[in-house]
C-alpha cells in the first residue's frame, strides 16, 4: 500500500473568513489507497485526521488542528453508466466541475443549491439542499459511498451492503470516515424556465401551499424591514427557447446582484440608518425576469459577497409562526440586518442525520454582511427554531450540542452506533464533532 508524506503545514480558512485553523500537517492524497495508508499511520500514532473540501461551510466541521486532508488531487469522474444513468465520482471533485463533466454525457444531477463551489463530498457530508417538494436534500441521491473508516479500513456501502453505514455516511459530518468515492443516481440533462418576481410578503404566504404544490421548485426571499420577497420558480419544459442575453445575465447575477450589492452592504455597515432604505431599494432592484436554460445553470448563482449564515429546517407547517417571529427579532436588534433571508422547502427522506428526515420541511437561512455583528440575531432565531422542533443545517453556524439534537432527530443514537463501530478510537474527532455528537 503506498504510504503519501505530508505536505508541509500551511494556515487554513473558510470561504467566510470566520473559521480559521493552522493544521500540525497537511496531507494531499491522490488515491483512496494513499487516504487508507494515512490514516492508518493516524490511527497508530495516536493522531486525528480531518478531511477539508472548498471550505464553504461556516461551522467548525472541517477544522484539522492535527492532519488535514486535503482532497483537491481527487477530483473527476471515475465511471458512467449512461444507460443506468449512474455516475461515480471522486470526492474531491467541485460541484461545478461535476455539473460540466454529467453535461458532457448528457446527464444532470436532479435538484442542487445555489452555490456549486463545494465538493461533492462536503456537500453530501452536510446535507446541502435545494427546493422542491418532489426532493430531498442532495444525499438524497448517492447510491454508493467508499470511505476510509477511522481503523484506515477502506468500505464500500450502500442500501444493500453494510445499509446502517450508508444511512448514516449519505449525511455524515465527516465523522464516519474520509469518502473517496461517491456514486449518484442522476436524471437525463434537462433545461429549467425560471420566473424571479419581487411580490409582497403576504400574498406570498396566503398562497403558499398551491405555490410548493404547482412548481417543480419554489423559493423566495424576504427583504428585512420591508414587506416585500424576491419569488422564484423554475419548471421542466422541453426547449431551451428563451435565455437570457449575456448583458442580463451580468447586468442581473453579476452587477447588481454582486458589484452593487456589495457596495449597498459596505453602505449599510458604514451608515447604519441607511440600511433600511438599503433593503427596500433592493427588493425592487431585480426586476422580473423569465428565462430558460441547463437546469445547473438555473440552479447555481455566484456568490461573491461574503456573509456568515445560519440555517434551519423547520416543519414545513411551522413556517409562518417562525417567519413571524423572526420578523419580530430583526426588528428588535441593536443592529440592522443587511441581508434577505431565504426560504426553501424539501420533501422528506430517510438519511438519518439529514435535517428532513421523516418531514417535509421549510428552511430559512438567515445571514449577515462578512464582518457585521450577527451571533445576537442567529442565538435569537434558533431559539426559535428550536422550540418548533428545528434542525440546524450542518454546513451553517449554530449554537447546539449532543443533548439537544438527540430530542429533534429519532435515529441519532443508531448514528453514535455505526461511529462507535468505525472510528472506535475517534481518529475522525474534532472540537466540532464533539460538540454535536458526543465524545
Known amino acids: 500500500m503506498t504510504r503519501t508524506a505530508p505536505a508541509l503545514t500551511r494556515p487554513w480558512s473558510n470561504w467566510a473568513g470566520n473559521q480559521q485553523v493552522t493544521p500540525l500537517r497537511v496531507a494531499m492524497p491522490s488515491s483512496t489507497d494513499e487516504v487508507s495508508a494515512l490514516v492508518q499511520d493516524a490511527a497508530t500514532e495516536g493522531r486525528r485526521v480531518k ?4 471550505g464553504h461551510s461556516f461551522t467548525a466541521a472541517a477544522l484539522a488542528d492535527d492532519i488535514q486532508v486535503d482532497l483537491r488531487k481527487m477530483t473527476g469522474l471515475i465511471s458512467v453508466d449512461r444507460a443506468a444513468r449512474l455516475v461515480t465520482v471522486q470526492a474531491g471533485t467541485d460541484l461545478f466541475l461535476l455539473n460540466e463533466e454529467l453535461a458532457k454525457h448528457g446527464l444532470a444531477m436532479p435538484n442542487l443549491g445555489d452555490i456549486n463551489v463545494q465538493t461533492i463530498a462536503g456537500a453530501i457530508s452536510t446535507g446541502t439542499h435545494g427546493t422542491g417538494a418532489g426532493y430531498g436534500c442532495l444525499s438524497t441521491f448517492v447510491e454508493g459511498l467508499t470511505l476510509v473508516t477511522g481503523s484506515g479500513a477502506v468500505v464500500r456501502c450502500s442500501a444493500s451492503d453494510d445499509p446502517d453505514l450508508f444511512h448514516a455516511a449519505r449525511v455524515g459530518i465527516g465523522a464516519l470516515g474520509v469518502i473517496t468515492e461517491v456514486t449518484l443516481r442522476c436524471v437525463d440533462a434537462f433545461v429549467l424556465r425560471a420566473h424571479e418576481a419581487p411580490e409582497l410578503l403576504t400574498d406570498v404566504l396566503g398562497s403558499l401551499d398551491e405555490r410548493i404544490a404547482g412548481n417543480d421548485h419554489f423559493e423566495f426571499y424576504w427583504y428585512p424591514y420591508t414587506d416585500r420577497v424576491q419569488a422564484k420558480t423554475n419548471n421542466k419544459v422541453p426547449l431551451d427557447d428563451a435565455p437570457l442575453s449575456p448583458f442580463r445575465a451580468w447586468l442581473d447575477d453579476e452587477f447588481l446582484s454582486n458589484t452593487v450589492y456589495a457596495g449597498a452592504c459596505r453602505l449599510g455597515r458604514a451608515i447604519p440608518a441607511m440600511v433600511p432604505t438599503v433593503q427596500a431599494v433592493s427588493a425592487r432592484a431585480l426586476t422580473e425576469r423569465t428565462y430558460t436554460a441547463r437546469s445547473d445553470r438555473v440552479f447555481c448563482t455566484p456568490r461573491r459577497v461574503k456573509f456568515t449564515e445560519m440555517e434551519y429546517g423547520v416543519p ?17 436588534m441593536p443592529f440592522m440586518v443587511q441581508f434577505p433571508v431565504e426560504i426553501r422547502f424539501t420533501a422528506p427522506d430517510d438519511i438519518w442525520l439529514s435535517h428532513g428526515y421523516g418531514r417535509e420541511s421549510a428552511y430559512l437561512a438567515i445571514h449577515q454582511y462578512v464582518g457585521a455583528p450577527y451571533e445576537p440575531y442567529f442565538r435569537a432565531f434558533e431559539k426559535v427554531a428550536a422550540s418548533l422542533g428545528g434542525r440546524p443545517h450542518w454546513g451553517k453556524l449554530h449554537y447546539r450540542d449532543a443533548a439537544s439534537l438527540r430530542e429533534v432527530y429519532p435515529r441519532f443514537d ?24 458526543g465524545a
Not at 478531511?51 to 472548498?54: D, E, L, N, R
Open 51 to 54: 478531511p477539508v473540501g472548498t
Open 316 to 332: 414545513r407547517e411551522a413556517l409562518p409562526e417562525a417567519l413571524a417571529a423572526l420578523q419580530h427579532i430583526v426588528a428588535s
Open 414 to 437: 443508531d448514528f453514535l452506533a455505526v461511529r462507535d463501530r468505525v472510528d472506535p478510537s475517534r481518529v475522525l474527532q474534532n472540537e466540532y464533532t464533539t460538540r454535536v455528537l
